[in-house]
């Protein structure tokens, strides 16, 4: 028959632990002698400043690798996206559509474009985006010589958009029958609109539904154009004063006072076609005026 363990007090188990925590007859430390615990932590020194070193290093060289200006991958974005304000997206379709008799109706759009136009403001480009460009040609920087190590921006003033700039007519036309609205080109990094030709970008406004609606569509800038010196960007951190260039376009709205419209960036190397993406190279929209 088994004979059962003595039972140990609580004053022998705290004797056995400091014995175990140092132990005078063989001069150990937790079992094991000041040498060889010497031995352990010069051991665990070295093993993680070796595994700290690689990590740096791995770091070092992937960040000496990396452009810190611009994404090393960007296949995904080979044309750009356009998109239109007053931006009042719905889940399928945008639709502008206001009250010319309802001054909260058209208020409402007006208020929208101001809010965009914002950083357009001529005071606020005159201050930030003062470098003289040549019109017509592409901006070509190979050297951070603007201020604090970045790269020029062209000024695009809110007033070059005549009288869609809100400046002439605060309500942008939404208090009678000729709205403004305004079609921006998404920013894609050392983009060229075109490589064999000096021709601009150009923003082309057709009627797909509603053609005795609209009597007149009128671009400003001039010819809707989108100059050659807003091209190529260089990425926020390259260009942080960099504004789009915009094309306003205003309708002349008659008869039932509302249409189906396509507003198209008009470039060879700017498709528009594509069935999974369509804001890619173009925007379309419904414009209603009520009564």
Same mark, same amino acid.
């Given at each position: 028959?088994?004979?059962?363990?003595?039972?140990?007090?609580?004053?022998?188990?705290?004797?056995?632990?400091?014995?175990?925590?140092?132990?005078?007859?063989?001069?150990?430390?937790?079992?094991?002698?000041?040498?060889?615990?010497?031995?352990?932590?010069?051991?665990?020194?070295?093993?993680?400043?070796?595994?700290?070193?690689?990590?740096?290093?791995?770091?070092?060289?992937?960040?000496?690798?990396?452009?810190?200006?611009?994404?090393?991958?960007?296949?995904?974005?080979?044309?750009?996206?356009?998109?239109?304000?007053?931006?009042?997206?719905?889940?399928?379709?945008?639709?502008?559509?206001?009250?010319?008799?309802? %001054?909260? !109706?058209?208020?409402?759009?007006?208020?929208? #474009?101001?809010?965009?136009?914002?950083? =357009? @403001?001529? /005071?606020?480009?005159?201050?930030?985006?003062?470098?003289?460009?040549?019109?017509?040609?592409?901006?070509?920087?190979?050297?951070?010589?603007?201020?604090?190590?970045?790269?020029?921006?062209?000024?695009? %003033?809110? !007033?070059?958009?005549?009288?869609?700039?809100? #400046?002439?007519?605060?309500?942008?036309? =939404? @208090?009678? /029958?000729?709205?403004?609205?305004?079609?921006?080109?998404?920013?894609?990094?050392?983009?060229?609109?075109?490589?064999?030709?000096?021709?601009?970008?150009?923003?082309?406004?057709?009627?797909?539904?509603?053609?005795?609606?609209?009597?007149?569509?009128?671009?400003?800038?001039?010819?809707?154009?989108?100059?050659?010196?807003?091209?190529?960007?260089?990425?926020?951190?390259?260009?942080?004063?960099?504004?789009?260039?915009?094309?306003?376009?205003?309708?002349?709205?008659?008869?039932?006072?509302?249409?189906?419209?396509?507003?198209?960036?008009?470039?060879?190397?700017?498709?528009?076609?594509?069935?999974?993406?369509?804001?890619?190279?173009?925007?379309?929209?419904?414009?209603?005026?009520?009564?």
């Amino acid at each position: 028959m088994a004979t059962l363990k003595e039972k140990r007090t609580c004053g022998q188990r705290c004797e056995d632990f400091g014995r175990f925590v140092w132990n005078s007859d063989n001069g150990t430390f937790m079992g094991r002698t000041p040498e060889k615990w010497v031995y352990i932590s010069l051991y665990y020194v070295a093993f993680y400043v070796v595994m700290t070193a690689l990590f740096s290093l791995a770091i070092y060289v992937l960040m000496y690798t990396l452009n810190p200006y611009a994404p090393d991958y960007q296949d995904r974005l080979k044309s750009p996206g356009v998109m239109v304000w007053p931006d009042t997206y719905g889940e399928e379709v945008i639709e502008i559509t206001y009250n010319t008799s309802n %001054k909260a !109706s058209w208020m409402k759009m007006s208020n929208i #474009l101001h809010k965009f136009l914002g950083p =357009y @403001n001529d /005071t606020k480009q005159s201050e930030c985006n003062y470098y003289n460009c040549t019109k017509g040609k592409y901006f070509i920087q190979k050297t951070f010589s603007a201020p604090h190590h970045t790269k020029w921006a062209c000024p695009f %003033k809110q !007033s070059m958009l005549g009288p869609c700039s809100g #400046l002439e007519d605060p309500t942008f036309g =939404y @208090n009678c /029958t000729m709205p403004c609205v305004v079609i921006k080109m998404n920013r894609i990094i050392d983009f060229l609109p075109s490589n064999s030709t000096n021709l601009p970008p150009y923003v082309n406004c057709t009627i797909l539904e509603g053609h005795d609606n609209v009597a007149k569509i009128e671009y400003f800038p001039d010819n809707g154009i989108m100059d050659l010196s807003y091209f190529p960007y260089y990425g926020i951190l390259a260009q942080p004063t960099y504004v789009n260039p915009l094309v306003a376009v205003r309708f002349s709205l008659v008869g039932e006072r509302q249409a189906k419209i396509q507003c198209r960036v008009v470039s060879k190397k700017i498709s528009y076609e594509n069935f999974h993406d369509p804001y890619e190279g173009k925007v379309i929209f419904y414009l209603k005026a009520l009564k």
